[in-house]
């Protein structure tokens, strides 16, 4: 399958996330957007710190779906997805969605992103939208610099995949089909997970390191050439100081927030009890991550705060 790329792009979400990658969007192609968030100072100020002439502000979901062809999201959680796509009256497909594309990036449940993509496929009066859910990991970092990995829930023999590709390169540069729908979910709660685990042990054993004597720079890149070694421990290591480019170092501002880890922490276990997957280490590592969310100082802070926590 072959198709022009899309001259006008829509795009609902400019948090941490969606905002880097809808810049990289502008900067590596000669498209325009349409943009909608529910925070309207953000709207505002990616207007003015765009490109002239190249973003308009859409007043609802549903005028960006009725202005592009193809359409992008990245919202927080399952419920955010579902208001974003299917409220009645302002929702993407509140409009006619014949022919439209769209790439949901958001780490949700699977069987919301389902229940969604099912909808959007049922949703074309004329011929089929499309919908795959296609899930992001990097960091703000990684967005910022056009460095993430998508994680597509199609299948590699799907003709759609060029075009995608196409389009998801001006953002990442690793473009994963894992299979097919909810299976770009189902990668990125596993990522996720694993994430999360090696953070929480990183932080410990930097702890217990420490304590014992030893300089964080000079354990971090003794871990770093033995079997220990992780990125999390070489790109942004958990104690201030150690990466001194990463927000580890920056007082923990911007990054992946720790109440979202948690979120996804609860994905994986959830989505683990549903087939049956054992994970031993599941219910210390969320544990820790929910107190860190739920203490003041460090709610808001990236998630890598687990080690101050």
């Given amino acids: 399958m072959s198709a022009a790329f899309p001259k006008r792009f829509g795009w609902v979400g400019l948090g941490a996330m969606g905002w880097p990658m ?4 502008l900067e590596n192609s000669s498209s325009n957007l349409v943009i909608f968030d529910v925070e309207s100072s953000l ?3 990616f207007v003015r710190e765009a490109p002239t002439g190249r973003v308009e502000i859409a007043s609802s979901a549903r005028q960006v779906a009725e202005e592009a062809d193809c359409i992008i999201t990245i919202v927080p959680e399952g419920k955010h997805v579902k208001e974003v796509y299917l409220s009645d009256n302002t929702g993407l497909l509140a ?4 022919g439209k594309l769209f790439i949901d990036c958001s780490t949700i449940d699977i069987r919301t992103s389902v229940e969604v993509g099912e909808a959007v496929a049922s949703s074309g009066a004329e011929s089929l939208a499309r919908f795959y859910d296609c899930p992001v990991s990097g960091g703000t970092a990684g ?7 998508f994680m597509i829930g199609m299948a590699i023999e799907d003709p759609y995949l060029p075009f995608l590709r196409t389009i998801l390169l001006t953002m990442g540069k690793s473009i994963n089909p894992m299979g097919g729908k909810g299976l770009g979910l189902a990668a990125k709660l596993s990522n996720n997970y694993l994430s999360g685990v090696i953070a929480l042990a990183t932080s410990e054993a930097m702890n217990l390191g420490m304590k014992l004597g030893l300089d964080p720079k000079v354990l971090s890149d003794c871990l770093d050439k033995g079997t220990a070694a992780n990125w999390v421990n070489s790109s942004v290591n958990p104690v201030p100081g150690v990466c001194p480019d990463a927000v580890t170092s920056k007082n923990y501002e911007g990054g992946f927030k720790v109440q979202l880890m948690e979120k996804d922490m609860k994905l994986a276990a959830e989505a683990a009890r549903e087939v049956g997957a054992t994970l031993v280490l599941g219910e210390s590592a969320i544990e820790a991550y929910c107190s860190a969310a739920s203490d003041p100082r460090y709610r808001d802070k990236d ?3 687990v080690y101050k926590w």
Avoid: D, E, H, Y
Wanted: cysteine-free.
């Fill in 143 to 149: 967005a910022a610099k056009g460095a993430i990995t």
């Fill in 95 to 98: 409009t006619n969605t014949s």
């Fill in 303 to 305: 998630s890598r705060v």
């Fill in 22 to 25: 809808a810049t990289q969007l």
């Fill in 43 to 45: 709207l505002q100020r």
